[in-house]
């Protein structure tokens, strides 16, 4: 089979591990027989210094030709001056928005070979944890109305939450269909106790409950999943939220995994193209030191293989190297302890290639 994949390096160090995600998909299609053709396209602060605008519309055009879409990382300090319009950061809600993209899954796990980067206790980490986050993508305050105006008492700014039906009855739905492939269990986030938003999101999850009677749902309220993240985060299976609480608990899962840079991603719509891409950022401070942990990326490309071409086995292979090289004590900066020999980004990534 052959593949297309746009590959969007953008700024700090994601054109350093994009291309590592890149020389692994190579080495997994020759072993299995298939072929991915990777075109490039600027997005991000790279953009806005090429032609002025943070999301051309070649990029999106090419992102909608492609059969998927691999995401490095986007922003920087040089272009936080910038009015909210040309900020780098609007080239990803283009892109989600332009590509239908509405779901988002963040899998974090604790890797037993990391167990000792896990901030928690000792004895939280021995239970062990693997939860899947389904955020909402593309509603949700990020995308509301907002502005500037003259209030009570003075100049103020407001962001609106907005949520429609459907929006929540489709989101609701992927995380009780993954939750069916994995233990049956669903916890939903809302603020229900104060936003009325909240309040038609658990209204319509339990409907949509009623369709999987196999699933069992619970509710929480977001300040106590971020508590109870910390204090025992093997509750959680699938967990199903907004866009703004997704953005924020997956970011606190990723640091308890050990490191932000493990943590893979990917945006869905209806069709099988998807946007794939670590959930850390540009990092501008090390880029180009060769610091960056390709590993996220890495299994981005794995998802990828998984959800948008059903390449299960080579999703596997993937996903079985970067455990076997971490068991074997490959380690980069953000993951090294004391003492500990620290790789690389183009080493860790030839560990992976090894294994494969």
Same mark, same amino acid.
């Given at each position: ?25 190579? $080495? ?9 053709? @990777? ?26 030709? *492609? ?5 490095? /990382? ?15 950061? $609007? ?12 779901? =988002? ?7 037993? /070979?990391? *167990? ?19 955020? %909402? ?14 209030? $009570? @008492?003075?100049?103020? *700014?407001?962001?609106? %939450? ?13 995380? @009780?269909?993954? /939750? ?10 809302? $603020?229900? =106790? ?14 949509? /409950? ?13 300040? =106590? ?23 924020? #608990? ?17 945006? #869905? ?23 960056? =942990?390709?590993? *996220? ?11 948008? @071409? ?39 990534? %030839? ?6």
């Amino acid at each position: 089979m052959e593949y297309r994949i746009a590959l969007v390096k953008g700024d700090g160090i994601g054109p350093e591990i994009v291309e590592s995600a890149v020389a692994v998909l190579e $080495k997994t299609g020759a072993a299995f027989g298939h072929r991915f053709s @990777f075109t490039a396209y600027p997005a991000g602060g790279c953009a806005i210094d090429a032609c002025g605008e943070p999301l051309p519309r070649e990029t999106v055009e090419g992102c909608l030709a *492609a059969d998927s879409v691999l995401l490095g /990382a986007v922003g920087g300090p040089k272009w936080d001056g910038l009015s909210g319009d040309r900020r780098p950061e $609007k080239a990803l809600l283009g892109l989600r928005a332009a590509l239908g993209l509405y779901t =988002n899954l963040r899998p974090a796990k604790l890797y037993p /070979a990391l *167990a000792g980067k896990c901030p928690l206790r000792a004895d939280i980490t021995a239970k062990g944890f693997d939860l899947l986050m389904v955020r %909402e993508l593309t509603g949700g305050i990020y995308f509301g109305e907002r502005g500037r105006r003259e209030g $009570k @008492f003075g100049p103020e *700014a407001y962001d609106t %939450e907005a949520y429609s039906v459907m929006e929540i009855e489709r989101i609701a739905r992927v995380a @009780f269909d993954a /939750a069916r492939k994995r233990s049956g269990r669903v916890t939903s986030i809302d $603020k229900a =106790n104060v936003l009325e938003t909240s309040r038609l999101w658990r209204e319509t999850v339990h409907r949509v /409950a009623e369709e999987y009677p196999d699933v069992t749902v619970e509710d929480m309220l977001v300040d =106590n999943a971020a508590m109870q993240l910390v204090r025992d985060p093997s509750r959680f299976d699938v967990v199903v939220t907004t866009n703004m609480f997704g953005d924020i #608990l997956s970011d606190e899962a990723s640091q308890i995994t050990g490191s932000i840079g493990l943590l893979p991603s990917a945006s #869905l719509g209806e069709g099988t193209r998807g946007l794939y891409e670590p959930i850390h950022g540009s990092a501008p401070d090390i880029a180009g030191t060769g610091k960056a =942990n390709p590993t *996220a990326t890495i299994l981005s490309a794995a998802m990828m293989l998984r959800y948008s @071409f059903g390449l299960g086995k080579e999703a596997d292979v993937i996903e079985r190297a970067v455990d076997e090289a971490l068991l074997a004590g490959c380690r980069t900066a953000d993951i090294a302890a004391p003492g500990e020999k620290m790789l690389t980004c183009a080493e860790m990534t %030839e560990e992976v290639l090894e294994r494969i």
